[in-house]
């Protein structure tokens, strides 16, 4: 027995394809605002980890199950006293101290400087080098609390990144205006994926599995 079925109309495919195209955009707007986000790197100061014009792939949905982590690259919106845009412009800076972590800078015991988290010192590969010379992990001395709530976070590129230490440097010690709300964060930078021969995952360097929690 042969099943004959009735053909469809070509012409049907064409009354169908701005339904299909206006279903891929949708998908594509909510993915955009709720879970995934490219951003592209403007400036040096995550050097040499981020180049200027890299494109990292953010996940914005992770931190809707759990609070930042040390040593994640994350973007978020800058306070208007780190950016002068009241509508927050976006930085991308890695975090050194979560809420409650004691931040010191330096320990001198070794061959180089090192911050201490929570009594353990930190090493650094990350920083960014040149000529063999690697940035110092600060270049002055600190001793601050993370307050809840808030993190504190550094470029790569120490000596070319407006980050937490240089408005704590501005502000006269304020803790606060240091350091970024939680809830100003966008999301987890997980990837750089442009340009193709410089594609990687941005994970957690190791020495942070190290740091005790405070």
């Known amino acids: 027995?042969?099943?004959?079925?009735?053909?469809?109309?070509?012409?049907?495919?064409?009354?169908?394809?701005?339904?299909?195209?206006?279903?891929?955009?949708?998908?594509?707007?909510?993915?955009?605002?709720?879970?995934?986000q490219t951003f592209f790197i403007?400036?040096?100061?995550?050097?040499?980890?981020?180049?200027?014009?890299?494109?990292?792939?953010?996940?914005?949905?992770?931190?809707d199950f759990r609070s930042p982590h040390r040593g994640e690259v994350i973007v978020f919106k800058a306070p208007t006293e780190w950016s002068g845009n009241p509508a927050g412009e976006d930085f991308i800076k890695r975090v050194i101290g979560v809420p409650g972590d004691h931040v010191i800078c330096c320990d001198r015991t070794g061959p180089k400087e090192r911050l201490i988290i929570n009594g353990k010192p930190l090493d650094e590969p990350y920083i960014y080098s040149a000529?063999?010379?690697?940035?110092?992990?600060?270049?002055?001395?600190?001793?601050?609390?993370?307050?809840?709530?808030?993190?504190?976070?550094?470029?790569?590129?120490?000596?070319?990144?407006?980050?937490?230490l240089e408005h704590w440097q501005q502000s006269g010690q304020d803790i606060t205006e240091a350091t970024i709300p939680e809830d100003r964060v966008v999301g987890r930078a997980f990837t750089i994926?442009?340009?193709v021969g410089r594609a990687t995952w941005l994970t957690v360097p190791k020495p942070f599995d190290a740091i005790p929690n405070p």
């Open 1 to 36: 027995m042969i099943d004959e079925q009735t053909e469809k109309p070509r012409s049907s495919f064409w009354k169908e394809l701005p339904i299909l195209l206006g279903v891929a955009i949708l998908v594509a707007v909510l993915v955009r605002a709720f879970v995934l």
């Open 42 to 63: 403007p400036s040096p100061s995550m050097e040499n980890t981020l180049q200027i014009d890299d494109r990292v792939l953010v996940n914005k949905l992770v931190y």
């Open 131 to 164: 000529n063999g010379e690697q940035d110092k992990p600060a270049d002055q001395d600190f001793d601050i609390t993370v307050p809840q709530g808030r993190l504190w976070v550094m470029g790569d590129h120490r000596s070319a990144s407006g980050d937490s």
């Open 193 to 195: 994926f442009w340009p």
